[in-house]
T-cell receptor, first 117, second 113 residues
Framework: DAGITQSPRHKVTETGTPVTLRCHQT?????MYWYRQDPGHGLRLIHY???????DKGEVSDGYSVSRSKTEDFLLTLESATSSQTSVYFC????????????????FGPGTRLTVL | DQQVKQNSPSLSVQEGRISILNCDYT??????FLWYKKYPAEGPTFLIS?????DKNEDGRFTVFLNKSAKHLSLHIVPSQPGDSAVYFC????????????FGQGTRLTINP
C-alpha cells in the first residue's frame, strides 16, 4: 500500500467555521491531489499540486484553498464551511515515470468524511 | 457536463460468471483510461489502465477494452468472485500534464453465490 494518511478521518463541524484537512505521504511523490466524492458524481478534482508551493485548481475549487509547504504534506482548507461541502474527501499521489512525460498511477488515501451542519 | 459516464448504477452477477462494466466518455482529448475499485470506508484502489494506442489490456481476471471511435470502454471480470463486490469507477485523463482524472459516477457490482 502507498504510504498515504489523511487526518482527521471523520469530522463534524458547523456552517461558517474553518476546516483544514491534512494529507501526508511517505513516498516522496511530486504530485498530490484532493478529490471529493458525492453520490451521483463519482470523484471530482478540487485542487492539485505539482511541487512544493506549486498548486492549481481542479473542477470544483470554489470555496477551497490548498497549501503545500513540504513535499510530504498537502493541506485542504475550507475557509467557511457550508452544508454543500459535506462529502468524503480523498487525497491521491502520483509521480513522473522516469524518462517520460507520463505520470504513474494515482494512489489514494483512506478518505476523510466531513459533515457540515 | 458529465465527461465520463457510467450509466449503470448497479450490476448483479452470479459467482463464476462474467461481469461487464461499461463506461462512455465525451472528451476526445482523453487518451488514458483507468478503472478503480472501491470498498466501503476505503480509498479507491487502482485496478487496470489502458492508453489510447491500445484497444485491449489484460491483467489476470481483468480485461479492459477501449473503442475509441465509439468513445466507450468496458471492464470484463472473469470469473467473478465474491470479493469483487465493490463500487467500480472508470476515470480518464490526458497522458501529458498533471493527470487530472475525470471520474464516472461509479457502478456497484454485487457478486451473488
Amino acid at each position: 500500500d502507498a504510504g498515504i494518511t489523511q487526518s482527521p478521518r471523520h469530522k463534524v463541524t458547523e456552517t461558517g467555521t474553518p476546516v483544514t484537512l491534512r494529507c501526508h505521504q511517505t513516498e516522496n511523490h511530486r504530485y498530490m491531489y484532493w478529490y471529493r466524492q458525492d453520490p451521483g458524481h463519482g470523484l471530482r478534482l478540487i485542487h492539485y499540486s505539482y511541487g512544493v508551493k506549486d498548486t492549481d485548481k481542479g473542477e470544483v475549487s470554489d470555496g477551497y484553498s490548498v497549501s503545500r509547504s513540504k513535499t510530504e504534506d498537502f493541506l485542504l482548507t475550507l475557509e467557511s464551511a457550508t452544508s454543500s461541502q459535506t462529502s468524503v474527501y480523498f487525497c491521491a499521489i502520483s509521480e513522473s515515470i522516469a524518462g517520460s512525460l507520463e505520470l504513474d498511477t494515482q494512489y489514494f488515501g483512506p478518505g476523510t468524511r466531513l459533515t457540515v451542519l | 457536463d458529465q465527461q465520463v459516464k457510467q450509466n449503470s448504477p448497479s450490476l448483479s452477477v452470479q459467482e463464476g460468471r462474467i461481469s461487464i462494466l461499461n463506461c462512455d466518455y465525451t472528451n476526445s482529448m482523453f487518451d488514458y483510461f483507468l478503472w478503480y475499485k472501491k470498498y466501503p470506508a476505503e480509498g479507491p484502489t487502482f485496478l487496470i489502465s489502458i492508453s489510447s494506442i491500445k484497444d485491449k489490456n489484460e491483467d489476470g481476471r481483468f480485461t479492459v477494452f477501449l473503442n475509441k471511435s465509439a468513445k466507450h470502454l468496458s471492464l470484463h471480470i472473469v470469473p467473478s468472485q465474491p470479493g469483487d463486490s465493490a463500487v467500480y469507477f472508470c476515470a480518464a485523463s490526458a497522458i501529458q500534464g498533471a493527470q487530472k482524472l475525470v471520474f464516472g459516477q461509479g457502478t456497484r457490482l454485487t457478486i451473488n453465490p
